[in-house]
T-cell receptor, first 115, second 112 residues
Framework: GAVVSQHPSWVICKSGTSVKIECRSL??????MFWYRQFPKQSLMLMAT?????????EQGVEKDKFLINHASLTLSTLTVTSAHPEDSSFYIC???????????FGNGTRLTVT | AQSVTQLDSQVPVFEEAPVELRCNYS??????LFWYVQYPNQGLQLLLK??????LVKGINGFEAEFNKSQTSFHLRKPSVHISDTAEYFC??????????FGQGTTLQVKP
């Protein structure tokens, strides 16, 4: 079946540095990818919609200059957390849609810890 | 705008007992409905989905859910749970824009 690979699965970085998270669709082309954020014991909150070849659409309250999204190919979207701070520590999950409709395939998530 | 409410934050149940996880949604337009399961430190796995047609939807791992339009509900059920079903369960809605709106999640705790 379709698989979405997310890398790294966990990362620890120092405050002020930037971290890049990759989301790859392994056996289908993903015209649309989605990035979610999940705090401990909480639900997933959509951060942004990433469309191949165009700018990402950010949800209200999400800083686009802090969370840079690039979807340069049909199989790869990246999320870069710039100038990370401890409050950015969270679980980040991507999902990918092969048809541009409802996403059915999620990555295994990336646990980001900012010290 | 759509919203999803999962009425129970935690549901403890004994092994082999039946379970129901409740989900209500709010939307002014037709939506698609989903249930996902999340194991610790992992992504989400789709259990089942309702897009159209029969209101009783069967999913993986013995789960099923019934779409009730009049009550705007999409409750998840399993007749006999296993220890391995212990996980976080999320109900979600979508208008087919590709964006999922998730409920707050329900922790299913299966006790031996």
């Amino acid at each position: 079946g379709a698989v979405v690979s997310q890398h790294p699965s966990w990362v620890i970085c120092k405050s002020g540095t930037s971290v890049k998270i990759e989301c790859r669709s392994l056996d289908f082309q993903a015209t649309t990818m989605f990035w979610y954020r999940q705090f401990p014991k909480q639900s997933l909150m959509l951060m942004a919609t990433s469309n191949e070849g165009s700018k990402a659409t950010y949800e209200q309250g999400v800083e686009k200059d802090k969370f840079l999204i690039n979807h340069a190919s049909l199989t790869l979207s990246t999320l870069t957390v710039t100038s990370a701070h401890p409050e950015d520590s969270s679980f980040y999950i991507c999902s990918a849609s092969p048809t541009g409709g409802s996403p059915l395939h999620f990555g295994n998530g990336t646990r980001l810890t900012v010290t | 705008a759509q919203s999803v409410t999962q009425l129970d934050s935690q549901v403890p149940v004994f092994e082999e007992a039946p379970v129901e996880l409740r989900c209500n949604y709010s939307s002014s337009v037709s939506v698609y409905l989903f249930w996902y399961v999340q194991y610790p430190n992992q992504g989400l796995q789709l259990l089942l989905k309702y897009l159209s047609g029969s209101t009783l939807v069967k999913g993986i791992n013995g789960f099923e859910a019934e779409f009730n339009k009049s009550q705007t509900s999409f409750h998840l059920r399993k007749p006999s749970v296993h220890i391995s079903d212990t996980a976080e369960y999320f109900c979600a809605v979508s208008r087919n824009t590709g964006k999922l709106i998730f409920g707050q999640g329900t922790t299913l705790q299966v006790k031996p």
